[in-house]
């Protein structure tokens, strides 16, 4: 068997966080915390069928990133 750094997760390993609002459903799972990430945050969201993330918003002091990893768009 081999082991894995700390620093290494699997996604399905990871508690998922859900907290809806409205339509506005995400259920996340909080990577960067997992693996001891300190200035760095990194999560795993998935959306069921027609939930709707977060509202539309924008950051002054940090850069966000989204990449789709499956589904569509509509």
């Known amino acids: 068997m081999t082991r894995r750094h700390p ?3 699997n996604v399905d390993e990871v508690e ?3 907290d809806p609002h ?3 459903a995400p259920r996340e799972r909080y990577l960067a915390e997992a693996t001891g990430g300190r200035q760095l945050g990194c999560s ?3 959306l069921l069928p027609g939930a709707v993330a ?5 950051h002054c002091a940090n850069e966000e ?3 789709v990893l499956e589904g569509t768009w509509s």
Do not use: M, N
């Not at 977060?54 to 924008?58: D, R």
């Open 7 to 9: 620093h290494v997760v």
């Open 16 to 18: 998922v966080h859900d």
């Open 22 to 24: 409205g339509k506005f």
């Open 44 to 46: 795993f969201v998935e």
């Open 54 to 58: 977060w509202p539309y918003h924008y």
């Open 65 to 67: 990133a989204i990449y």
